[in-house]
């Protein structure tokens, strides 16, 4: 089992920033990748940002040289750091781990960055 606590979200005029971290705990050894995902309302959830074991990143296209996922195993946390915010990136922020062999997903219950225009 492992539990996720997202923070950070709020309300940010657009061009702003933000910063959001996902503290992991219980069987965190066996974490393998770790997603942040949105969901913005009457939209698909989508999947925004991936960081690996070992530190390897990938982003949406969307969010590409805005966003910058980090990692912090001593902290068992990882963040969103969030720049140039958009309206349109106005969503419920959830952190994603992927446990063990067969990548099990857990989700935390996710924090809302809304952005003004």
């Known amino acids: 089992q492992v539990q996720l606590v997202e923070s950070g979200g709020g309300l940010v005029q657009a061009g702003g920033s933000l910063r959001l971290s996902c503290v992991a705990s219980g069987n965190i050894v066996s974490i393998n990748n770790m997603d942040w995902y949105r969901q913005a309302p009457a939209k698909q959830r989508e999947l925004v940002a991936t960081i690996t074991r070992g530190g390897n990143t990938n982003y949406a296209d969307s969010v590409k040289g805005r966003f910058t996922i980090s990692r912090d195993n001593d902290k068992n946390t990882i963040y969103l750091q969030m720049n140039s915010l958009k309206p349109e990136d106005t969503a419920v922020y959830c952190c994603?781990?992927?446990?063990?062999?067969?990548?099990?997903?857990?989700w935390g219950k996710g924090t809302l960055v809304t952005v003004s225009s």
């Open positions: 994603n781990a992927r446990v063990g062999y067969g990548n099990i997903n857990y």
